[in-house]
């Protein structure tokens, strides 16, 4: 695969500060759980954005960071392991007083059409004026052969222990060869967990307009607008320079981005061997001095029965020299 020029690491940070509306803020001002759980699963909706085929972002090193402002959102993200790949997020709005903690571990499994990569790990979306946590996992991502794409597949669920609210959702695309199906859809449903009765029916496509339907009334309305959500994006600026850590993703990989950029593929494929050098020699040293490499911002865990595990080492993340210019 080609790479383009940001990490892993990025495009995770991406799906939750880069969003012309505050869908997470809004989140926190909705007056019902009920208003407050359609909120929530609209954000988690937004995460999921269009992939292509052939390109991939670069696999990030062992301990590279991303730190990102927008608004009062403020956005960290660490590579607590390399081999295999997890990626700890924590996001904190003390404005909306809201906390994100997100763990990502995708396990590929090839079936013989296409290559499955499951996201392990999970969500939480912490709304603490109203001490209410909401659980997500994420859906699996389909790398198909015939015809070739990308694709968000396999089913998702959303849960708020609080209220007993739930959500399940099932991805689905075009079958095998492209004949049938409607690509990038999702169906699901919310129901209260308590009486198992179903309040709300989903349906439309994450990439275009998601949809409720009240089951007591029939009454449909727009859930989720991708056009309205991801259009009008601002790119990301340096506000502190000095501020700019070392391990920050675009320090790490500058040299390799500004060979793709520029198109100089050598000048690209060079600094992208001297990175992996570089780590391997780190590797060796760490071994051969019995050392174990430990995160700098968050505590990690790892069972056979629960995976991976990361909490926080600060309660909330300051805002970063590097922000993303609101939309007005």
């Known amino acids: 695969m080609f790479n383009i020029p940001k990490s892993h690491l990025q495009c995770y940070g991406e799906s939750v500060y880069c969003i012309s509306d505050d869908l997470l803020g809004k989140c926190n001002t909705k007056e019902s759980p009920i208003e407050r759980f359609k909120a929530v699963l609209a954000w988690n909706i937004s995460t999921l954005r269009p992939l292509l085929f052939g390109v991939s972002p670069y696999n990030p090193i062992l301990g590279e960071t991303h730190h990102v402002s927008r608004g009062s959102l403020n956005v960290l993200l660490e590579q607590i392991s390399h ?7 924590h996001a904190t709005d003390e404005k909306e007083n809201i906390e994100l903690l997100w763990c990502q571990h995708p396990v ?19 709304l603490m004026n109203h001490g209410e946590t909401y659980v997500m996992n994420s859906p699996s991502l389909l790398f198909k052969f015939f015809p070739p794409g990308v694709e968000w597949g396999g089913s998702d669920w959303l849960r708020c222990h609080e209220t007993g609210l739930e959500a399940e959702l099932t991805f689905g695309g075009k079958s095998f060869l492209g004949l049938r199906g409607t690509p990038r859809t999702i169906k699901g449903k919310i129901f209260d967990s308590s009486s198992n009765r179903q309040l709300f029916e989903i349906n439309g496509q994450w990439d275009k307009s998601v949809t409720l339907k009240d089951l007591r009334n029939g009454e449909v309305k727009v859930l989720y607008n991708a056009k309205e959500i991801t259009s009008g994006l601002k790119t990301p600026i340096v506000k502190d320079l000095n501020g700019v850590c070392q391990s920050e993703s675009a320090m790490v990989w500058s040299e390799v981005s500004q ?8 000048k690209a494929r060079e600094a992208k061997k001297e990175i992996e050098k570089n780590q391997r020699v780190l590797q060796k040293e760490r071994k051969s001095k019995s050392e174990t490499w430990v995160p700098k911002y968050f505590n990690v865990s790892y069972s056979k029965k629960n995976g991976w595990n990361c909490s926080p080492l600060q309660k909330t993340i300051p805002p970063a020299p590097i922000v993303v210019p609101l939309n007005f």
Do not use: C, D, Y
Request: charged residues 25%; hydrophobic residues 35%; glycine residues 8%.
């Open 83 to 89: 081999h295999p790949p997890v990626t700890a997020l």
């Open 108 to 126: 590929p499994k090839f079936t013989g059409t296409l290559i499955e990569a499951k996201m392990r790990g999970q969500r939480e979306v912490k």
């Open 259 to 266: 060979g793709i950029m520029s198109k100089n593929w050598e």
